[in-house]
């Protein structure tokens, strides 16, 4: 894997290197403890800023961030739950407790008012028996609550089975863990 990322020849792509004093980080959710992880960001956003320049080329990353960079936040998110739903593809549909999941951003506690009506149309095509979007759901790393898992796709289709249609389980797909060997990517191997 490493060497389908890093290529070949004279365009081949330098891995980033992990700053010394840093410690792995989990590509599940960007999680820091505290002051230790005060330290450690500006290190860690070079290496993330000479990795996408890197990839994108000087000309497309300065035009690409010319063009997004309002919105750059909001688009790093997006973009690493598009990451995983795209990861959970493959995975088999399964049933899950309502009660494991935790409604986070999108998913508020019940249907906004401007909501209803397209939630509402999309309970009317489940009753119907036709199939709907996949909801994703990704695992927490420190799962330590009741509710261990987070919507990241298919808001509208959990809000529809759940609080439309009053069901206490939802089909979802699970977001997979990263592999390891994806991991250790950015883990500082001196290559």
Aim: hydrophobic share 45%; aromatic share 4%; glycine share 6%.
């Amino acid at each position: 894997m490493l060497e389908c990322l890093a290529g070949t020849g004279s365009n081949a792509m330098k891995l980033p290197q992990r700053a010394s004093d840093t410690r792995p980080i989990s590509l599940d959710r960007r999680e820091t403890d505290g002051a230790k992880g005060a330290d450690r960001r500006p290190a860690e956003a070079d290496i993330a800023a000479g990795f996408l320049v890197e990839v994108m080329g000087e000309d497309v990353a300065a035009a690409f961030f010319a063009r997004f960079g309002a919105v750059m936040a909001d688009a790093c998110r997006r973009a690493e739950n598009l990451a995983h739903v795209l990861r959970a593809e493959d995975e088999a549909e399964t049933e899950l407790p309502v009660s494991q999941v935790r409604r986070v951003g999108a998913v508020p506690d019940s249907v906004p008012p401007e909501d209803e009506p397209r939630v509402h149309a999309l309970a009317a095509t489940i009753e119907r028996g036709e199939e709907l979007a996949p909801i994703v759901v990704m695992m927490r790393p420190k799962a330590c609550s009741a509710r261990p898992y987070d919507v990241i796709s298919g808001w509208d289709e959990f809000r529809a089975l759940v609080d439309v249609l009053g069901r206490t389980t939802v089909p979802v797909r699970i977001v997979p863990p990263v592999p390891p060997e994806t991991l250790t990517l950015f883990d500082g191997a001196d290559a």
